[in-house]
């Protein structure tokens, strides 16, 4: 006769780890069945979303100002900035993103309202708006706002040539939040600015702006071309505008690994930039895509899927290098 007993018991688990950790997701829109994955449960563990007993992170030394820069597109910038952002702020931090990509992605994948005329961040740049009074509130967690991206932005560049000191609007416009916000006693703990896909002048203020530059690498050849432009230029910055610019963090993003070349580009991006290289890796995941077309990031969209547990392992260890001294993260490297 068939003993069944050790089936059923183990079937029994699995429903009582579903009821465990399907509330964590449910409020989110998670399908049970995305719940009842291994990844998910695991997810269940570490992610600790929003009223659900949730992790604070470690708040870095200073406010840490973060311009997310790859002059190649398709590299998964703008989805970097806004999940590592979400993430940040889910457990606790402040945290202000700023949209400088006319396109808008970074505001509408944070379900931001940023039709033209909306007061965003070309009022900071070119008409003397001021980052609090154009932020926007994120609608999934209080300890983050948005300073939005509008079509107004395209012309940009252009109208920047003829302004004095239009490399340093955004820096001003930074230093004068940051300066603001701490004797409010508010002073978020990370601004992160999310850069178009070039090198003109609306990345120039951004990396004038920051203090630390965040490059989003994906794991395919053509993403190795042009790194060494990007980087000529953050020298060139660091030499003549913005003297405590350094590359203190790079991720690698759409990861497949069924490929041997993903391997290759990741093994060169670690052998080139070192302890700089965050030690998880973003795949390539289909709910990391889904997730903008709801408003949403993966991380409140499907926070049980690979993307989002991989982001989320990003995020930490960003948070725990804040830890250091940025003087100390780049000299360990």
Not at 228 to 256: F, G, I, K, S, W
């Amino acid at each position: 006769m068939t003993d069944s007993s050790g089936p059923a018991r183990a079937e029994a688990a699995l429903v009582d780890v579903s009821r465990e950790t399907y509330p964590l997701f449910a409020e989110f829109g998670v399908s049970r069945e995305t719940s009842d994955t291994p990844i998910a449960r695991e997810a269940a563990q570490a992610v600790r979303v929003r009223n659900v007993g949730q992790e604070r992170w470690p708040r870095p030394v200073q406010p840490r100002v973060l311009a997310v820069a790859n002059q190649k597109g398709g590299v998964g910038k703008t989805t970097s900035a806004v999940n590592i952002a979400a993430a940040l702020a889910l457990h606790g931090l402040e945290v202000l993103l700023v949209d400088l990509d006319p396109q808008g992605n970074a505001s509408t994948a944070l379900g931001i309202e940023h039709p033209v005329g909306t007061p965003s961040s070309y009022g900071v740049l070119l008409a003397g708006s001021s980052l609090a009074e154009v932020a926007v509130a994120a609608p999934f967690a209080d300890t983050m706002s948005c300073v939005p991206a509008t079509l107004d932005l395209a012309g940009a560049d252009i109208e920047l040539t003829s302004q004095v000191a239009r490399e340093y609007r955004l820096q001003r416009a930074v230093r004068d939040y940051l300066a603001q916000a701490g004797d409010e006693g508010r002073a978020p703990d990370y601004v992160i600015i999310d850069c178009p896909p070039s090198l003109g002048l609306l990345t120039l203020n951004a990396l004038v702006a920051a203090r630390e530059v965040f490059i989003p690498i994906q794991c395919e050849y053509y993403a190795l071309e042009g790194l060494a432009q990007l980087l000529n230029t953050v020298e060139l910055v660091r030499a003549h505008l913005n003297p405590e610019l350094a590359v203190t963090t790079v991720l690698l993003t759409m990861y497949d690994s069924r490929t041997r070349l993903a391997d290759q580009v990741a093994a060169e991006v670690r052998r080139h930039f070192g302890d700089l290289v965050v030690n998880s890796v973003i795949p390539r995941n289909v709910r990391v895509s889904e997730a903008p077309g709801f408003g949403q990031t993966v991380m409140t969209y499907d926070a049980g899927s690979r993307g989002a547990l991989k982001y989320l392992q990003a995020a930490r260890e960003i948070a725990e290098r804040g830890r250091r001294p940025i003087e100390a993260a780049v000299s360990g490297r």
